[in-house]
């Protein structure tokens, strides 16, 4: 795996993290119509962004189950996504500015062609507590990011986590 974000993107559990996100059969389907599709609709929408994005995060590999603004590869490098970082918090993973991050200077989805500034992130939570991938949107310009948009950002990953453990 390249690492591109210059912060530790391993949480200490994560042997027990990827045990339970391959135990929910989520990985090896195809991109989702469904619920996650509705989601990242929703949320590209609510917050009026370019991309919106319902990630897990596996062993070495982000992959994409639904996504609206991109056309490109599902699956990406884990030490590239932001989506790494995301999953190390318990809540809303936000960087209005990423070219203002120090961790981020070096990542190609900040400093190459894609040009990412915005990024916020609700980390999709298991019943027993694992941060097993995140409703993620995205833009090319930076933005702010309101405790009340965290929140519905929240709640969208909720219903994800709900669809999944039903």
């Keep these: 795996m390249n690492?591109?974000?210059n912060t530790n993107i391993i949480p200490e559990n994560d042997s027990g993290r990827i045990a339970k996100l391959?135990?929910?059969?989520?990985?090896?389907?195809?991109?989702?119509?469904?619920?996650?599709k509705h989601i990242a609709a929703m949320a590209s929408h609510?917050?009026?962004v370019p991309i919106a994005l319902v990630n897990f995060v596996d062993?070495?590999?982000?992959?994409?189950?639904?996504?609206?603004?991109?056309?490109?590869?599902?699956v990406i490098d884990r030490g590239i996504s932001l989506c790494s970082l995301a999953i190390l918090r318990?809540?809303?993973?936000?960087?209005?500015?990423?070219?203002e991050e120090p961790c981020l200077l070096s990542n190609p989805m900040v400093a190459g062609g894609f040009g990412l500034q915005f990024y916020a992130a609700a980390p999709l939570v298991t019943k027993d507590g694992y941060n097993i991938g995140a409703v993620c949107i995205v833009d090319k310009k930076p933005r702010t990011f309101s405790e009340?948009?965290?929140?519905?950002?929240?709640n969208l990953a909720t219903i994800v986590m709900d669809d999944i453990e039903k």
Excluded: C, W
């Design 90 to 99: 318990s809540d809303v993973t936000v960087f209005e500015n990423a070219r």
């Design 148 to 154: 009340a948009d965290q929140k519905m950002l929240e």
């Design 3 to 5: 690492y591109f974000i």
């Design 22 to 36: 391959q135990s929910l059969h989520v990985l090896n389907t195809h991109e989702e119509n469904g619920t996650f």
């Design 46 to 48: 609510m917050f009026d």
């Design 59 to 74: 062993k070495d590999f982000v992959i994409t189950k639904a996504q609206i603004g991109l056309d490109n590869n599902p």
